[in-house]
């Protein structure tokens, strides 16, 4: 019955290469564990992605419950933490995970650095892969004030006072941020859009390009 | 596919172990991993989504609505009060409810929401002792039974007396038509 | 179909012409598993197996963490709260602690904001394009590697001054961070029995007789902790004295007064309120009950 489905939609759009291509592909020695135990090194780039999932999915299910809104984000990050079955275990997830995946991506970023992987020809893997990290932390910084508890409020309001010492355009990335004249009800929204919608969308894309380029170009080889 | 990995099934082919071939082996075993980390992280997430469907329902509680000798024959509108918790919201939205008294004596209290399409009904306007409802002009006994347009009749409120007062609880189904 | 085939008829494609074939074989194999023969294995299953058994690990132990160690939520925001110290989240503690000083701050601010960090982010945008040698083992390319290793260490270095920082405020001003504070109050209201069931909100509890003149030596002593409208202030641990009634005597009150509460936490007030003020603002004080 199974075998019936695939084969109807493989004989009309040939998706058998698709994955054949990633299934068969031949992963080299040195970055096995199970043959080198030093090997373990090249984990971090997976883990790194598998807690991304894990984020993106946390992230998913908690927006059912979240309310962007000055007056409600508190009660509403309340309730679904200390009311929802699991809602203390899935903001756990998140919140953890946000720490996990940063300090996964700072080990992968260390592996890749110090094996000079970064080398010809994958150079523009490299750059793809600091803008990640990036907007890895874009998503730190915006998901931060969310709960709008005292530490999201002020830790928001130090890390805007620093975009804001930027000489010349400081002011405008301050306000731009804020969108407004103080950290309140407008910032809130702006911060939840671009958590929500704008970094993740771009963090899809350049995730893309990044397994893109390292299928394309394969993993380094040994030292 | 590699030469190496052709190279290892014609060595094991002469063995013709019974049972399953290493591949097989090690894609259930992949197969086994990856239903592990889905289940493992969903699982919450899906708890966490369908929690509530499984939240305890908090029984109907009993609001004191009115005096009993205020009941008469014709249907009254009273206001009240219920205390209303959803999710982080606390509200206290006030309801109505029609009440009245049939021949046999006994206390009713009807919804004032049309079972056509959610309008709110009220008492008699066209003098003709019936429910009307503005909307699509659906008409209702006193009973609340459906008799033009509306294809239900209207739902009724638990109702117990009390030391003289009436209280009204959830809503339920009519069970007088 | 358009064109009469019949329906059992495998579908052939037709390549777009625009695109032009590649000359030469066909680029199946990639580039470095040939290059590198040996124990190569392949993606599916082998060697996704061995991924996903450290994922597993991993998953398993994260989500221990996450039933050890609810993630932390204080007290809403309050702008005018100034007991708060503001700690931005430790990826950024580096940062923060680098602005704390002099030669990066003040007039060089802009070299402190844009300036190193801009210069650090940038050259580790563009390693590859700095770093052009062939050659890959990090101890035969010592600037580099020495570049790097000195920023980890001032990372760390930086990092850790900050947190130390933090800790020593909190110790010094005698604080515990909101998230611990409200954990706390919800273990003891569990324990004390009353656990899940709502307080109710102080600010539903009306204050008694406003207009008394006991107002006016509240306004002038109470009130930078205790709130203008006299709700409490959580995170300095100054209670409400809406309903102070309800839980404390005059007497208590008077003792309180007098001689502080919480290692000073509640100051004492023997000093600057005469016997009589406090007589006066203690009565008032135990006259604060709920409402029934």
Known sequence: ?223 | MSNHEHHENTAHKPVKRSGMSRRQFLSYTLGGAGAFMAAGMSLPMIRFAVDPILKKKAGGTWIKVVEENKITNDPQEFKFNIHQVDGWYVSDPELSAWISKDSSGNFFALSPVCKHLGCTISWNTEKNNEYVCPCHNAHYTKDGKNLTVAPKPLDEYELKIDKGWVYLGPIKANTRV | MAHGHKSNEKVVFVGDSRVRKRSGAPNTVPPDYSSYPGKSEAFIPNFLLKEWMVGVVVLVGFLVLTIAEPAPLGYPADPTNAAFIPMPDWYFLFLYQFLKYPYVAGDYIVLGTVGIPGVAFGALLLAPFLDTGKERRFYRRPVTTALMVLSLISLFYLTKVSWDHYQHELAKTNTIPEHHLREEKAREAAMSGKGGEEQQPVASIPIVDEDDPAMEILKARCIACHNPDLKGNESMKAPALRGVGDTHTKEELVEIVTNGKGGGAMPSFKEMLSAEEIDQVTTWLAKQKKAE
């Open chain 1, 1 to 223: 019955m199974l075998k019936g489905v695939y084969n109807w939609i493989d004989e009309r759009l040939d998706i058998t290469p698709m994955w054949r291509d990633v299934a068969d592909h031949e992963v080299p020695e040195h970055v096995n564990p199970a043959h080198h135990f030093s090997a373990f090194v090249y984990c971090f780039g997976g883990l790194t992605f598998f807690i991304t999932v894990i984020q993106i999915l946390s992230g998913m299910f908690l927006t059912m419950y979240f309310v962007p809104d000055i007056i409600n984000a508190y009660k509403s990050v309340d309730y679904l933490q200390h009311k929802v079955a699991f809602g203390g275990i899935v903001r756990g997830m998140h919140h953890w995970g946000a720490s996990l995946v940063i300090v996964m991506m700072f080990l992968h970023t260390l592996r890749v650095f110090f094996t000079g992987s970064y080398k010809a020809p994958r150079e523009m893997n490299w750059v793809v892969g600091m803008l990640i990290f990036f907007i890895m932390l874009g998503l730190g910084f915006t998901g931060y004030l969310l709960p709008w508890d005292n530490k999201a409020y002020f830790a928001t309001k130090v890390g805007i006072q620093i975009a804001e010492s930027v000489p010349y355009i400081g002011v405008y990335i301050k306000e731009l941020m804020q969108g407004g004249e103080i950290v309140g009800a407008e910032t809130l929204t702006r911060f939840f859009a671009i958590h929500v919608f704008f970094l993740p969308g771009a963090l899809l894309a350049l995730l893309a390009a990044h397994f893109f380029m390292i299928r394309k170009q394969g993993i380094s080889g040994p030292l």
